[in-house]
Each structure stands twice: as C-alpha cells, then as structure tokens.
C-alpha cells in the first residue's frame, strides 16, 4: 500500500568522517544523509530503501567554505543558502553563488547541501551545470582513502555518479574567477520545483577586446551537463561582439546530444530554450569579464 512512510531504516549519527566511512562500509545498503531534500522523498515514495542512514550533520568542519589555493573549497555540508550569502564565494567565484540563489525556495536552500546536490546528480540540478563549466574538482573519501574527481568526470548519468561504494563527497573545489574573466548561470525554472528544465553556465575570458577562451556547459536537456564545445569554437580568438554570441548561441542546439522530454518540456523545446538561455549567459560572462 502506498503510505508516504519511509521503509524501517537503523539511523547512525557519526561525530567524525573516518567514523562516517567506516559505517558506510560495513553496510552496503546504507546511505549518508546530508539535507535530506532530495533522500528522504525518495524513501517516503519507496524509490530508495535504505537499511541505514548515516547523518553527516554532525561531521566537524564539513560545511566550512574556506580560500585555499587560487579559488575556493565549499564543504559538501555547505548549505545552498550558505552559499549564496557567503561574502567569500561572491567575491572569488560569484556564479557560484548566482547558482545558488535559484535552487529550489528558502526551505530547500536552507537544508539542501551542495555535497548532497552533486552526489544525487539530478538532471535538473543547478550546481552540477555550474560546476562543469567551471572546471571544479570533487573531493571524495572513502574506504580506500580520498581522491580528487575533475567534474567532466564526476557527473556519469541520470542520478548516477562517479562515485564508488561507499565514498563522501566532502568538498568542492573551484579556482577563483581572475580578472578579464566572468561566469554567468541562467536558468529556465520549472514553475513547481524550481528544478532547472534548462540551465546555462557560461564561463569566458577576454584580453584586449577578444575572447581568449569559452566554456558554454547546458543542464537539464540530458543525462548529465554537457559542454556545447562545438558552439563557443568561433567565439574563442574573435573579438567579443553581439553578433558573435548570437551566432554561437544558434549553434547550441546541434552541439547537444539526445535531448530529454517529459510532459513539462519535450527535447525540442528544451534545447530551444537552451539556445535562448546561451546567449544571455554569454552576453553577461562577456560583460561582467569586461
Ligand atoms: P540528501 O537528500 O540528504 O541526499 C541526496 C543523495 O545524495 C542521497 O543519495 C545521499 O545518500 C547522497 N549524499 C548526500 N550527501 C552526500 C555526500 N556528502 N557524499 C555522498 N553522498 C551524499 N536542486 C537544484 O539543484 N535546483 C532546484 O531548483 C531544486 N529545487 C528543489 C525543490 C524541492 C521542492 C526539493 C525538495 C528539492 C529541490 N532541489 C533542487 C534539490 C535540493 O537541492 C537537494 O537539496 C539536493 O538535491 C540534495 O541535497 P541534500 O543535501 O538534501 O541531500
């Protein structure tokens, strides 16, 4: 019968990530729990039964957002609200923070965490786009130490991670945006979640009047985000002009793979959308890299 009751599940609050890891592997069944925004639906409608839940929210230093290096390390804890106010990430890597506004509503930003938004790998995700297009790292720890996974890599399919058994996410890394640089994220919301149905990261930099590299990644119309290389090619070695954008902004549509549709937004639409939303994400890297 269907309750909206999760499953009977062992609940396992860790006071350390070595603790948390070695919970998740002694249960393969088990699953962290981070905000809780996007498992604990999932349990209520059956679609995940875990045996365990380990909670993360007890893990010292997990949610910290500090500088490191040349850019920035947001711990998975980190909430999306943390995010979006952090004085930090809106002064080295603002898009970041621009993403982080428009997830969800106050409750969700509130609760949900970027560690959990990456390792559920949800199409209509907002940071999984944003962080490809950026480049970032994810750090991960798991029973046979911690590695870093470059972004490209991370996000493999529908709900589905390069993750392997048992591992955390336990921060992000992204390089700050330098000067002659800019990053924009500009998304189609979908009227109910406020899920993406499309979202546009750009990410472009500009010396003396021309574009000395382009990034153009889309979310929503796919498994995973994809980078629509083939769209910015002419923008790079170009000066920045209108007419340039506009150009490579009609080329996106043929640069996606397989679009996806459900009853909201059929595959052409969505990539329709996607060519709109392209070019106001690169009008705006352009005009903030100026
Ligand atoms: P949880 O729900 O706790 O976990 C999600 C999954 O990730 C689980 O499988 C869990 O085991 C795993 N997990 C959690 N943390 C880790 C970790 N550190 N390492 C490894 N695995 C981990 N998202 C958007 O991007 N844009 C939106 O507009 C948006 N709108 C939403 C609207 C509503 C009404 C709701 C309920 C959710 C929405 N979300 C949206 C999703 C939201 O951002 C979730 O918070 C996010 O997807 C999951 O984060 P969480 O911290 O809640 O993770």
New binding site residues.
């Given amino acids: 019968m269907y309750t909206m009751h999760p499953a009977e599940f062992t609940y396992h609050r860790p006071e350390s990530l070595d603790e948390a890891v070695s919970l998740l592997a002694q249960d393969a069944e088990s699953?962290?729990?981070?905000?809780?925004?996007?498992?604990?639906?999932?349990m209520k409608l059956r679609l995940?039964i875990?045996s365990a839940l380990v909670d993360?929210g007890r893990i010292p230093g997990?949610g910290e957002i500090e500088a490191e290096g040349d850019g920035l390390r947001v711990g998975?804890?980190a909430?999306?609200d943390a995010v979006a106010r952090s004085d930090l990430v809106r002064a080295t890597c603002p898009v970041l923070a621009e993403a982080a506004v428009?997830?969800?509503?106050v409750?969700?930003r509130n609760?949900?965490?970027i560690?959990?938004?990456v390792?559920?790998a949800?199409p209509?995700?907002?940071?999984p786009t944003v962080l490809k297009a950026l480049g970032a790292t994810i750090n991960?720890a798991g029973p046979d130490g911690e590695r870093e996974v470059h972004a490209d890599e991370f996000f493999v399919g529908l709900f589905e991670t390069a993750?392997r058994p048992g591992?955390?996410?336990?921060s992000v890394q992204v390089l700050a945006t330098p000067r002659g640089s800019g990053a924009a994220y500009v998304k189609h919301?979908?009227p109910a979640?406020?899920?993406?149905v499309v979202g546009v990261a750009a990410a472009v930099s500009v010396a003396e009047g021309a574009c000395t590299a382009a990034r153009l990644t889309i979310g929503g119309v796919s498994t995973t985000p994809v980078h629509a290389a083939q769209a910015v090619e002419t923008l790079a070695g170009a000066p920045s002009s209108a007419e340039a954008i506009a150009s490579a902004a009609e080329a996106v549509a043929q640069a996606l793979p397989e679009t996806m549709g459900d009853a909201y937004a059929s595959g052409g639409y969505r990539a329709h959308i996607a060519t709109v939303l392209a070019k106001r994400a690169l009008t705006t890297a352009f005009e903030r890299a100026a």
């Fill in positions: 699953r962290p729990l981070a905000g809780g925004h996007s498992l604990l639906p999932m995940a875990p993360l997990l998975a804890l909430t999306h428009l997830i969800g509503d409750q969700v609760r949900g965490t560690g959990g938004s390792a559920h949800d209509g995700a907002d940071y991960v993750l591992e955390l996410v336990t919301a979908h979640s406020g899920y993406a």
